[in-house]
């Protein structure tokens, strides 16, 4: 192989390797932005379990009262006792 032919060579394995790394740039990117968007897809249906489970707790207190500050007199004698 002569140098010329060498150079070439070279050049083309350059190419070669930089198309390949074009590729798998864009496929990286790609999934990125897929798994980012699944991520806010899931946080955003968290948020809504969240905020219908505080309005059910709301609902729950304001229909019984009484029976909300009963369990809530004895989570906190049961933590009291649970720290001495």
Known sequence: ???P?????AEELIDEGAARAKEVVSTVSQ???????KAEEALSDG???????LVCAKDMVR???????AV?????????????
């Open 1 to 3: 192989m002569t140098t």
């Open 5 to 9: 032919d060498a150079g070439k060579k």
């Open 31 to 37: 999934k990125a932005a897929s798994t980012r968007a």
């Open 47 to 53: 948020q809504d379990i969240v905020e219908n489970a």
């Open 63 to 69: 229909a019984n009262p009484i029976a909300s500050l």
């Open 72 to 84: 809530v007199a004895a989570v906190a004698y049961l933590c009291g006792r649970l720290r001495s």
